[in-house]
């Protein structure tokens, strides 16, 4: 597994992420922020999560592609 972090506030709601990546990144319909998706949330924390290694790839490019960078990905 891999854990994905996203600094929500710092988010300019590009849509980057969930463009490259949207089995693991959405767009929050409350505040229109990345999140990631409720499959992969931890405690159902929508900054937070743990995705299996076949979408670690994913969500580094989504990362990597982020304006701001504030997605953190760590294996």
């Not at 972090?5 to 990546?21: Q, V």
């Not at 089995?23 to 937070?48: H, M, Q």
């Amino acid at each position: 597994m891999v854990k994905v972090t996203i600094d929500r506030p710092g988010c300019t709601s590009c849509e980057s992420c969930w463009t490259l990546c949207p089995d693991v990144f959405e767009e929050d319909p409350n505040d229109g922020l990345s999140s990631i998706t409720e499959k992969y949330r931890v405690g159902g924390n929508p900054a937070e999560g743990e995705v299996p290694d076949d979408l670690a790839d994913c969500a580094l490019e989504a990362a990597d592609s982020c304006p701001v960078a504030v997605i953190i990905v760590e294996e």
